[in-house]
């Protein structure tokens, strides 16, 4: 009991509630063979016995009986002398096994077995943790806020396991109090040296997709498929949604009467505004569709394959003047996640526009290309569309100055003029 006595004296072993007996003992069993084949140059004539149910663990060291004053190798040898002292029949050539102590290994080499067996087991905590972990990727997950630094907020879970949030995963509207409990999903588990690295996140679409499934029965039930997620986090969302139930309206079971099903996700997510629209394999309709709230007028599709982005081709979105900045919304919110849903670059073209008016871009020569993209960003393509708003109104839609917006028009008007 000597030997077991030691190893309970480890302190980090006494209260620890993560590995079980048996799993311990084995460990042990690996560790002390090593220490020992350390020590000796092998461990061939050693015998470590386990009892995992009991606890109990013994090591027996086998030396052969030679003639005394022949011993070349201690550790595996014994003079016969020294042996009949243990029982006096023993005889040369005889297995002699004697019990083996770990104390008889020495201080240091108990510190080094300690230090071994304490690596191991966390090796052990950390694999287990992992493989927990990795099973919940892309699942909903809560977790307590420890601690807040710049750049990453530290969550413990019910366990005491550290799983981080980083600034990137964050809705920019977040704040966060130590002790609060935080939801979100595991987006990714990964092993790095022994300790798992756990990422949870709130910004990535597959959380919205786990909300829906939480805060509304038919989703979660199948009777409504989620075919489609683009989001700016905390800014807008669009969802598309399906139901193969014909009684079931998808969209108007996922909002809730007035609104009702979607408000505590909303909530959830710092006001993030959410539109949800109905899925169909009609690729026009469905795009007509993405650009909710703008009333399109038809569509032009020009599937292109090969393209770097990854989208599936460009489209053509002809709208009325007055839609224009409907479909593309403040900052051009709206279009970049209508783009995002459909897999396609969409272009925005005025319908009925004056065979008169001449395309921004036609200016490249005199006008900068950034201050044409901002004009662009907020529905302004065209001279006369430029030409029709005030100072005032154009200083407040986009980010130009004052002067700039001045020589702009200059431009544009000599332009007409000529």
Same mark, same amino acid.
């Given at each position: 009991?000597e030997?077991?006595?030691?190893?309970?004296? !480890?302190?980090?072993?006494?209260?620890?509630?993560?590995?079980?007996?048996?799993?311990?003992?084995?460990?042990?069993?690996?560790?002390?063979?090593?220490?020992?084949?350390?020590?000796?140059?092998?461990?061939?004539? !050693? $015998?470590?016995?386990?009892?995992?149910?009991?606890?109990?663990?013994?090591?027996?060291?086998?030396?052969?009986?030679?003639?005394?004053?022949?011993?070349?190798?201690?550790?595996?040898?014994?003079?016969?002398?020294?042996?009949?002292k243990?029982?006096?029949?023993?005889e040369?050539?005889?297995e &002699?096994?004697?019990? !083996?102590?770990?104390?008889? =290994?020495?201080?240091?080499?108990?510190?080094?077995?300690?230090?071994?067996?304490?690596?191991?087991?966390?090796?052990?905590?950390?694999?287990?943790?992992?493989?927990?972990?990795?099973?919940?990727?892309?699942?909903?997950? *809560?977790?307590?806020?420890?601690?807040?630094?710049?750049?990453?907020?530290? =969550?413990?879970?019910?366990? /005491?396991?550290?799983?981080? +949030?980083?600034?990137?995963?964050?809705?920019?509207?977040? !704040?966060?109090?130590?002790?609060?409990?935080?939801?979100?999903?595991?987006?990714?588990?990964?092993?790095?040296?022994?300790?798992?690295n756990?990422?949870?996140s709130?910004?990535?679409?597959?959380?919205?997709?786990?909300?829906f499934?939480?805060?509304?029965?038919?989703?979660?039930e199948? =009777?409504?498929?989620?075919?489609?997620?683009?989001?700016?986090?905390?800014?807008?969302?669009?969802?598309?949604?399906?139901?193969? $139930?014909?009684?079931?309206?998808?969209?108007?079971?996922?909002?809730?009467?007035?609104?009702?099903?979607?408000? /505590?996700?909303?909530?959830?997510?710092? %006001?993030?505004?959410?539109d949800?629209?109905?899925?169909?394999?009609?690729?026009?309709?469905?795009?007509?569709?993405?650009?909710s709230?703008?009333?399109?007028?038809?569509?032009?599709?020009?599937?292109?394959?090969?393209?770097?982005?990854?989208?599936?081709?460009?489209?053509? &979105?002809?709208?009325?003047?007055?839609?224009?900045?409907?479909?593309?919304g403040?900052?051009?919110? %709206?279009?970049?996640?209508?783009?995002?849903?459909t897999?396609?670059?969409l272009?925005v073209?005025?319908?009925? &526009?004056?065979?008169e008016?001449?395309? =921004?871009?036609?200016?490249?020569?005199?006008?900068e290309?950034?201050?044409?993209?901002?004009?662009? #960003?907020?529905?302004?393509?065209?001279?006369?569309?430029?030409?029709?708003? *005030?100072?005032?109104?154009?200083?407040? #839609?986009?980010?130009?100055e004052?002067e700039?917006i001045?020589?702009?028009?200059?431009? +544009?008007?000599?332009?007409?003029?000529?």
């Amino acid at each position: 009991m000597e030997n077991i006595a030691l190893i309970e004296s !480890f302190s980090e072993f006494k209260d620890d509630k993560s590995i079980d007996r048996a799993t311990l003992m084995a460990i042990l069993e690996e560790v002390i063979g090593a220490t020992i084949k350390r020590k000796f140059g092998d461990d061939d004539n !050693f $015998d470590i016995i386990i009892n995992p149910d009991k606890g109990d663990m013994e090591i027996w060291r086998n030396r052969i009986v030679v003639a005394d004053g022949t011993v070349e190798d201690p550790h595996k040898e014994i003079e016969l002398s020294e042996a009949q002292k243990i029982e006096e029949d023993y005889e040369i050539d005889e297995e &002699v096994p004697e019990e !083996f102590k770990l104390s008889d =290994l020495g201080r240091r080499d108990i510190l080094a077995l300690r230090q071994n067996l304490v690596s191991k087991v966390y090796e052990h905590d950390s694999s287990n943790i992992y493989k927990y972990f990795k099973e919940l990727e892309g699942e909903l997950f *809560s977790a307590e806020v420890h601690h807040i630094r710049h750049n990453v907020v530290v =969550l413990l879970d019910d366990d /005491g396991n550290e799983i981080v +949030l980083p600034k990137s995963e964050q809705i920019k509207s977040d !704040f966060y109090r130590k002790g609060e409990t935080i939801r979100g999903i595991i987006k990714s588990v990964e092993l790095r040296g022994n300790k798992p690295n756990i990422v949870l996140s709130r910004t990535a679409p597959e959380f919205l997709v786990k909300l829906f499934e939480q805060e509304i029965p038919e989703v979660f039930e199948g =009777l409504i498929t989620i075919e489609g997620v683009a989001r700016i986090p905390g800014e807008k969302a669009k969802v598309a949604v399906d139901s193969y $139930d014909e009684r079931i309206d998808p969209v108007g079971a996922c909002v809730g009467m007035k609104g009702s099903r979607i408000h /505590g996700i909303v909530r959830e997510l710092g %006001n993030e505004n959410i539109d949800v629209i109905n899925y169909t394999k009609n690729e026009n309709l469905f795009i007509q569709r993405a650009l909710s709230p703008a009333n399109v007028v038809s569509v032009k599709i020009h599937p292109e394959e090969g393209r770097k982005d990854g989208k599936k081709g460009r489209v053509d &979105v002809f709208l009325k003047p007055e839609e224009v900045s409907k479909a593309i919304g403040k900052g051009g919110v %709206n279009i970049k996640l209508a783009s995002q849903l459909t897999g396609y670059e969409l272009d925005v073209q005025r319908e009925g &526009v004056d065979d008169e008016d001449v395309e =921004l871009t036609e200016f490249s020569d005199e006008i900068e290309n950034w201050v044409i993209k901002e004009f662009q #960003r907020v529905g302004l393509d065209t001279a006369k569309s430029v030409l029709d708003q *005030s100072l005032i109104d154009l200083t407040n #839609r986009t980010d130009l100055e004052e002067e700039t917006i001045i020589e702009v028009q200059r431009i +544009l008007k000599e332009e007409f003029e000529n």
